[in-house]
């Protein structure tokens, strides 16, 4: 628990900062926590983070994540590619890859790796994205994930009785993730009245139940990753708390949800 503790607090000291600060930096930093994730789940795959195919990998993965808008008023490069044309070539020179190794990279590695490329890529351009947007949605999205999680836990460990998915995470109780997407709304009206989005409350009240629900699917999806390839943690690089996915995965299922929401909402 102490070593959680100092974890928790020397991370949140890094990551605000630069959340705070934003442009470049942010974006930079955006890229190496999304690099370290997809070679998390590579590793779990057993495809080495150091072999042609995981190289492609990041390629494609910083591909997507790359905001055109960064060039607008100097070159609009949907002119010459589209991100679809893009992921294309990747797929063609993945299998093609396949042949030249004579299936010691398979087909089945190659659709793991652009699933999770996909997966990472995509989560972590709404990182970006969201910043982009302002700080509010942002802040937003973390607090609904802290308090979903924290409400889980307490009343999980308080009044949890029925499993939610024993074979995957045996921890999780029904009454837990009930109490998560609670505290969540308590949480999300407190932030509503204090640093108000540009949406009703009842809008405020319906997404935060949405992206709870979103939040813990995401978290339940990672379990699922580690319980399949038998690994405890994605990573080792947060001592205490595992790896990136450990920590990112619920944001990274919340945030396209919350992107999407807040635009085609009033």
Known sequence: MKQRTITAVVAALIFIPIVFLGGTVFKLFVY?????????????????????????????????????????????????????????????????????????????DAGFLLISVIYIGMGFNYLIETRSGGLEYLFFALFVVWATDTGAYVFGRAFGKHKLWPQISPKKTIEGSV?????????????????????????????????????????????????????????????????????FD???????ILHLINFITP
């Open 32 to 108: 190496v926590i999304a690099s370290i994730a997809l070679l998390e789940l590579v590793r779990m795959k057993k495809i080495s983070r150091y072999s042609v195919a995981s190289g492609l990998g990041l390629l494609l993965m910083w591909a997507l994540m790359f905001p055109y808008s960064d060039l607008e008023g100097y070159v609009d490069l949907t002119e010459f590619i589209t991100k679809s044309e893009i992921t294309l070539l990747a797929v063609l020179i993945l299998l093609s890859y396949t042949v030249l190794v004579k299936n010691r990279f398979t087909f089945d």
């Open 179 to 247: 109490g998560g997407i609670i505290l969540a709304c308590i949480v999300a009206v407190v932030f509503q009245l204090t640093a108000p989005l540009d949406h009703s409350m009842l809008i405020v009240l319906l997404v935060t139940i949405l992206i709870s629900i979103a939040g813990q699917i995401g978290d339940l999806v990672e379990s699922a990753f580690k319980r399949h390839y038998a690994v405890k943690d994605s990573g080792k690089i947060l001592p205490g708390h595992g790896g990136v996915l450990d920590r």
């Open 250 to 256: 619920s944001l990274i299922f919340i945030l396209p």
